[in-house]
Each structure stands twice: as structure tokens, then as C-alpha cells.
């Protein structure tokens, strides 16, 4: 009796109507899982029990995203990340919290401002070439986000592995490129999906086929990647042992036998860096583009901002990225409308007390921060673009852990700053060189659909006219 008034207010919230055995997961059938959530958002409200299959509490209300994303029994992460086990392995994403909290605190030291900052000129240089094939329409102009994923992943090799890399000039597709977001699609298909949650049935389909033949070659890439990197610090041991700033990959390696490292979690981690850090700030990029498109006074003042700061041939530097305070808004507000990662999942270790509510140990909690972004109580007029929302008077006046894109707390995005360096830098050089324009007039033209990142459901039109003056 005491249990049962102890949970009831978690009992009592609306529930979607469940089948024994399966739970909701009827309803993720044929449809995009992001659009089915959605629907029990919309249909039941901001804080909602559903099975899909297991118990699942699903929230958008920031108060409640302020305790789960900061408590200590909210780390873990939800059963629906076992299928991304397969490609990821014990990386951050994944790994129980014990091995998580030892092994981030040490990837933490390559994410310091000192060495993002030591980034900013390769990010700039590669954001020169970026604009070089756009002047010259190098690339499938009914697809921008493809060539943002060459720009990301071409940064990435080089910042964060610390290898040259042309990704992103190679003429021949690369298989890195179609191995990283063709994997991160299959698996995540798998969730709701009862044949392919099985592994054994999985293994045996086309998709899984696909999958497991991709993996091999990521595995193959990475490990290639390593073997030269351990020749170059065996090479150069002295030069490189002292210091405690250095790229992922250096300082995996570097701290393979103090740490107990293996190759195999070292490369783990480098795929999940690599899926991490392109297919996400490739989609911010291109979305922001689209979304400046459709406002031309919005982009108007991103070219006003940087033509003042740097001009037109000027670098963008560490001090440039500091002083780009209206592009990083525009970004910011696009990232409230579109946040490519729209929805977490943790796994509830202990009974959780929310203010109203206790939800009991071994449930899901699905945390919606695309609900919570076009919240109109948080943002009048929500589907509106303005980035002047993002104006520090303006965020002075809103909730904390109302906006969330690189989520919150201790296992947040450990990117964000190197995302959000990226972004500004790239933005801006290819706003002071283009005009940019779309076909669409409105958000609602773009059908956005969720892979392990929010996608559309088609290619992305954007448009790059050089600007002459
Ligand atoms: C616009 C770009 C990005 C967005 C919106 C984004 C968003 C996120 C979010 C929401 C999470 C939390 C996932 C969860 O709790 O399930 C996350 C985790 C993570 N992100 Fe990012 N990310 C971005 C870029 C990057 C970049 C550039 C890197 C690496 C250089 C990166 C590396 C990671 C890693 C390693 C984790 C797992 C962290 C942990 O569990 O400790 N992300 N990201």
C-alpha cells in the first residue's frame, strides 16, 4: 500500500494505450521514431509514462531536465543505446558510469580552451577550401549537408587526430564518410523495431549485412590511423611525453599503459568522436544556412558583423571567433528550432523525486529538448527565426536548462566548444562570401526526420551566390 501511494502520481500521468508484451512500440512501426515521440508529446503532454517496451517517463519540462540532467542516478544510459554497443562500444557515450567518469575526466583534458584555441587556424584554413568549392561549385548543389559532412569530418581528422587529411578536396567519395553515417542510420532503425532489436536476427538481414560490412571498414580506417600514430610517437617520444594538452588520439595513446587502455576502446572512442563530431555540427551548419536563407535580415546582420570585425580577406582568429556575437546567436536560435540531437535517454538507477512525482528505479527517461525548445511559454511564438532571442538580456530572463543542444549536466556535449568555434568560423567566411538563398519559406517545408542526428527526409536546397561586393 505504502509503494503503491509512494509512485502513484507516476501511475496516474495519461499513457498512450499499451499491448502487453510490446507496449507502445506498435505505434513506432512504419512511422520515424522522432515523429512518434513527438505524437505522444502531443497527444499526452509534457510528462507522459508509455512501454516501448519498458517503462519509460518522458519529459520536456525544464525544471525536471534541471534535477535528471544533474543527478547522480540519472547517468546511465537507457536500454535504447544498446544497439549503438555494435559500433561504439565502451566510448563516453556508452560506458557505465564508473569507466565513463575515469575516462572523461581524462578525454577532458584534450577538450581545454588552450588547445581548442590551438585549432582555430586549421579550422579557418579548412573553411577557405570549404568556400573554394562552393565559388566553384565543386559539389552536388541539391545537397548541401554532404559537403558540410566532407567539412566536418576533414576538420575533425586534422584537429582532433591530428593527421593531414584532404577529405574534403578528394574527388573519389570516401569511405569513412558513407561508413559513418550509413552505420549510425542502420542502428538506430533497430530501435522499436522487435526483429531487428534481436541480434542473431539481425546479423542474418540485409541490414544488418550492410551494417556489420561498413563496420569493418570504419575499424579498418581507424586502426590504420593508429598504426601511424604509434610510429610517430615512438619516433618523436621526447617531444611529445611532456605535455598534458593534447589532441584525443595523442593523449589516448600516449596514456594507453598508465590508464590500461586497449586498442580496441581507443578505437571505439575515435569512432564515436568521429560520428560525434561531424554528422551533428555538418547538420547545425547546413540547418543555420537554410534558416538565414529564409531570413535575409537575420543574414544581413551576420554580414555586417563580420565584415566590421574582419572583412573580407581578414582571418578569423581566436579573438575574431570571441567578437562574432550576432553569428553565434543566429546559430543558437537555430539550434533552439532544429537541434539536431532532439531527444536523450538515461536509465533510472535509484527512485528519482521530482517535485510532483517519484519515478521508480530501472525506468527509462526520455528527456524531448525539441519539445522543450518550441515551448511557447519558455519562447512566444516559438516557430518564429529570431535570433535576437538569444540576446543576454533576453537569456538572462529565461529558466536555466531551457536550452539544451548539446544537453546538460556532467554528461553533456563534451564538444560544445569545439562545435560552437567550428560553427562561428565557418559561418561567418561563408556569409561574407555568399549570398545565401532556398526554395523553402518556411521551417515547416523541411521534413525532419531522426536518425541517431536529426535529418530530413530529403536533401537539403540551399543556394551559395558569390557575393561581388
Ligand atoms: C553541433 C554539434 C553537436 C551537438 C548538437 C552535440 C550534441 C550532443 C548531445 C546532446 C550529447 C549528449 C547525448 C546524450 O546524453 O545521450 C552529446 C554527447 C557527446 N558529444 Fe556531442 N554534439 C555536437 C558536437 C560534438 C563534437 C564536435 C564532438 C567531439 C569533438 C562531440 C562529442 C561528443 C561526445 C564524446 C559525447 C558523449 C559525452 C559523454 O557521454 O560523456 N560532440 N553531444
Known amino acids: 500500500q505504502k509503494?503503491?501511494?509512494?509512485?502513484?502520481?507516476?501511475?496516474?500521468?495519461?499513457?498512450?494505450?499499451?499491448?502487453?508484451?510490446?507496449?507502445?512500440?506498435?505505434?513506432?512501426?512504419?512511422?520515424?521514431?522522432?515523429?512518434?515521440?513527438?505524437?505522444?508529446?502531443?497527444?499526452?503532454?509534457?510528462?507522459?509514462?508509455?512501454?516501448?517496451?519498458?517503462?519509460?517517463?518522458?519529459?520536456?519540462?525544464?525544471?525536471?531536465?534541471?534535477?535528471?540532467?544533474?543527478?547522480?542516478?540519472?547517468?546511465?544510459?537507457?536500454?535504447?543505446?544498446?544497439?549503438?554497443?555494435?559500433?561504439?562500444?565502451?566510448?563516453?557515450?556508452?560506458?557505465?558510469?564508473?569507466?565513463?567518469?575515469?575516462?572523461r575526466k581524462l578525454i577532458s583534458r584534450s577538450f581545454k580552451q588552450s588547445i581548442l584555441d590551438s585549432f582555430t587556424p586549421i579550422f579557418y584554413e579548412k573553411s577557405c577550401t570549404l568556400i573554394k568549392i562552393l565559388k566553384e561549385k565543386k559539389y552536388d548543389e541539391n545537397d548541401i549537408y554532404h559537403l558540410f559532412e566532407k567539412f566536418t569530418l576533414d576538420t575533425f581528422c586534422e584537429a582532433t587526430l591530428g593527421i593531414e587529411s584532404t577529405i574534403l578536396t578528394d574527388v573519389k567519395e570516401h569511405?569513412?564518410?558513407?561508413?559513418?553515417?550509413l552505420i549510425q542510420k542502420k542502428a538506430f532503425e533497430r530501435i522499436g523495431n522487435i526483429i531487428k532489436m534481436n541480434d542473431f536476427l539481425?546479423?542474418?538481414?540485409?541490414?544488418?549485412?550492410?551494417?556489420?560490412?561498413?563496420?569493418?571498414?570504419?575499424?579498418?580506417?581507424?586502426?590504420?590511423?593508429?598504426?601511424?600514430?604509434?610510429?610517430?610517437?615512438?619516433?618523436h617520444n621526447e617531444a611529445l611525453l611532456n605535455t598534458n594538452t593534447l589532441p584525443v588520439l595523442d593523449l589516448l595513446l600516449q596514456n594507453e599503459e598508465k590508464e590500461n587502455l586497449t586498442d580496441n576502446y581507443i578505437k571505439e572512442e575515435m569512432i564515436l568522436f568521429a560520428g560525434a563530431a561531424t554528422d551533428t555540427t555538418a547538420y547545425t551548419l547546413a540547418y543555420t544556412c537554410c534558416l538565414l536563407a529564409m531570413h535575409p535580415e537575420a543574414q544581413e546582420k551576420v554580414y555586417q558583423e563580420v565584415m566590421s570585425l574582419v572583412g573580407r580577406e581578414g582571418e578569423i582568429t581566436n579573438m575574431t571567433l570571441n567578437d562574432l556575437k550576432y553569428t553565434e546567436m543566429a546559430i543558437n536560435e537555430a539550434q533552439r528550432l532544429l537541434p539536431v540531437v532532439p531527444i536523450i535517454a538515461r536509465q533510472a538507477t535509484a527512485d528519482i523525486e521530482l517535485p510532483d512525482k517519484v519515478i521508480p528505479a530501472n525506468s527509462g527517461i526520455i528527456m524531448n529538448f525539441m519539445d522543450l525548445h518550441r515551448n511557447k511559454d519558455i519562447y512566444p511564438d516559438p516557430m518564429r527565426y529570431d535570433p535576437d532571442r538569444f540576446l543576454p538580456e533576453e537569456v538572462a530572463k529565461r529558466p536555466q536548462f531551457s536550452f539544451l543542444p548539446f544537453s546538460g549536466g556532467p554528461r553533456n556535449c563534451i564538444g560544445l566548444k569545439y562545435a560552437t568555434m567550428v560553427l562561428k568560423s565557418s559561418l561567418a567566411n561563408i556569409v561574407r562570401n555568399f549570398k545565401i538563398s532556398t526554395i523553402y519559406t518556411s521551417i515547416h517545408d523541411l521534413k525532419l526526420e531522426s536518425s541517431i542526428v536529426m535529418t530530413t527526409a530529403h536533401p537539403l536546397d540551399c543556394h551559395f551566390t558569390f557575393r561581388t561586393i
Not at 17 to 45: E, Q
Not at 215 to 230: A, D, F, V
Request: aromatic share 14%; hydrophobic share 40%; proline share 5%.
Open 175 to 181: 569511405e569513412f564518410v558513407t561508413g559513418i553515417t
Open 3 to 103: 509503494h503503491k501511494a509512494k509512485y502513484k502520481a507516476f501511475y496516474d500521468l495519461p499513457t498512450p494505450l499499451y499491448i502487453p508484451l510490446i507496449g507502445n512500440t506498435w505505434k513506432m512501426l512504419g512511422t520515424n521514431i522522432l515523429n512518434a515521440i513527438n505524437d505522444f508529446f502531443k497527444d499526452f503532454g509534457n510528462s507522459t509514462v508509455a512501454y516501448i517496451p519498458h517503462r519509460t517517463y518522458f519529459t520536456s519540462r525544464y525544471e525536471e531536465l534541471k534535477i535528471l540532467l544533474q543527478h547522480p542516478n540519472v547517468l546511465e544510459k537507457s536500454l535504447e543505446y544498446n544497439h549503438l554497443k555494435a559500433i561504439f562500444g565502451n566510448s563516453l557515450l556508452l560506458a557505465p558510469v564508473p569507466i565513463w567518469k575515469k575516462h
Open 202 to 235: 539481425f546479423s542474418l538481414c540485409h541490414d544488418g549485412k550492410i551494417f556489420y560490412k561498413q563496420m569493418k571498414i570504419l575499424c579498418n580506417y581507424i586502426e590504420k590511423i593508429m598504426h601511424k600514430k604509434k610510429i610517430l610517437i615512438e619516433e
